[in-house]
């Protein structure tokens, strides 16, 4: 079956665009989360969702940054006024339907650059 | 807060060798732990998860133990070979919240 997605792959934008990245998780999952990996940071959590709330929002290194999830599958995490430290590989991840101890399935990343 | 703590940052070995990543972490209040591999320019791919109430788990020449009270797991890989070369990243998942942190990954190379 279809494994999570995300798109686009690749962004370049300039600083202070705004810019949209998406995430379809795995048909069924109802747990979806998004993580960045920067250069120097490693992998960190930006929010959780269950269903269409988002429970833990604590990772959003701003307001800058938000996310929403519509119909329990389709995710979006927008980023206003882009900075260039905000250039990182954002990645989506979904959980299996074991419940909350299940394991987390990744998608390929968008990797984001700000000129 | 969680942090996670992955020895050594690097490591390149022939091929063949059995070798050992580590993995620690502070809080020991947690669901799980997995380990992933990454390849470059690629997302994560799950190897083992390892329940708290699990001690190992083994899949083919992966073995990961996990010892909950001291905040510790390794990684074992035995016969390594040249598809083994990737990024090994080890993850805990549970205490106050149900995200995953990760630790900042061991860049393995085994050289043929």
């Known amino acids: 079956g279809a494994g999570v997605s995300q798109s686009p792959s690749n962004k370049v934008t300039e600083k202070g665009k705004d810019v949209e990245l998406r995430c379809d998780p795995i048909s069924g999952h109802t747990a979806l989360y998004w993580y960045r990996q920067s250069l120097g940071q490693g992998l960190e959590f930006l929010i959780y969702f269950q269903g269409n709330s988002a429970p833990d929002k604590s990772g959003l290194p701003s307001d800058r940054f938000s996310a929403e999830r519509t119909g329990g599958s389709v995710s979006t995490l927008t980023i206003q006024r882009t900075q260039q430290e905000d250039s990182a590989v954002y990645l989506c991840a979904s959980r299996g339907l074991a419940g909350v101890t299940d394991t987390q399935y990744f998608g390929p990343g968008t990797r984001l650059t700000v000129l | 807060k969680q942090e996670v703590t992955q020895i050594p940052a690097a490591l390149s070995v022939p091929e063949g060798e059995n070798l050992v990543l580590n993995c620690s972490f502070t809080?020991?209040?947690?669901?799980?732990l997995q380990w992933f591999r990454q390849d470059p320019g690629k997302g994560l791919t799950s190897l083992l998860l390892?329940?708290?109430?699990?001690r190992e788990q083994t899949s083919g020449r992966l073995n990961a133990s996990l010892d909950k009270s001291s905040g510790r797991s390794t990684l074992y890989i035995a016969a390594s070979q040249p598809g083994d070369s990737a990024t090994y990243l080890c993850a805990v998942f549970g205490g106050s919240n149900y995200k995953l942190t990760f630790g900042k990954g061991t860049l393995l190379t085994v050289n043929p």
């Open positions: 809080d020991s209040a947690i669901y799980n």
């Open positions: 390892i329940q708290s109430s699990q």
